[in-house]
């Protein structure tokens, strides 16, 4: 069974990628599991950042390795948060403060309208010249004030269109079909199921 490395140290995102690829003929390693640091990402795009992260651990790794990049982006913004999604409220920021943030900038907008995107990487080593690259966009709009316990990031203020749910109020598998990243991991899994001859 080919061991694969999950480029990322954000337990909620592993969860989702672990879940939506379990019944593939892989296996799948955290890159905590090996003691492997946080990837630069120096770059503008999402595209280029999850390739910087799949290129840093199936370096340090010697595995096949699967990375993403994801992050809201908000249309009255022009596109921000973006790439600094995780880092908008500053270094140290967190969650709350992030949402918090973006709340206050948004505050007198009558448009709301936003999407989640997310872009996942799979190569077969650190030089690998023909990555995998599959994306997904989730649609949907900025709400005034949390809503919902679930998932992490900005789930608790996004509002998917067709549920009129927050994505914090889906149920976990629910998300996990119609999510940015549920999206572009299945068009993953498909390429994935080509490959490893499932």
């Known amino acids: 069974m080919q061991k694969i490395i999950l480029s990322t140290n954000n337990e909620k995102k592993l969860s989702e990628i672990e ?31 999850a390739l910087a992260k799949a290129r840093f651990a199936a370096k340090a790794s010697n595995l096949p390795s699967i990375a993403d990049d994801s992050g809201l982006c908000v249309d009255v913004l022009n596109g921000k948060p973006g790439i600094l999604s995780a880092r908008f409220s500053g270094e140290g920021g967190n969650d709350k403060k992030n949402n918090i943030k973006l709340l206050e900038l948004l505050k007198n907008e009558k448009n709301r309208r936003a999407h989640y995107y997310c872009a996942i990487v799979f190569i077969t080593s650190c030089d690998d010249p023909q990555p995998i690259i599959a994306e997904g966009i989730w649609q949907g709009e900025i709400l005034s004030s949390p809503r ?51």
């Open 19 to 49: 879940t939506l690829l379990h019944d593939l003929p892989i296996q799948t390693v955290a890159q905590s599991k090996l003691n492997i640091g946080q990837a630069e990402e120096p770059f503008g795009t999402f595209i280029e950042n």
């Open 148 to 198: 919902g316990k679930n998932g992490f990031g900005y789930d608790p203020i996004f509002m998917d269109f067709k549920t009129d749910l927050s994505a914090a109020e889906l149920d976990f598998n629910l998300k996990n079909k119609i999510s940015h990243r549920g999206q572009a991991l299945q068009k993953l899994k498909h390429k994935l199921r080509i490959l490893y001859g499932e």
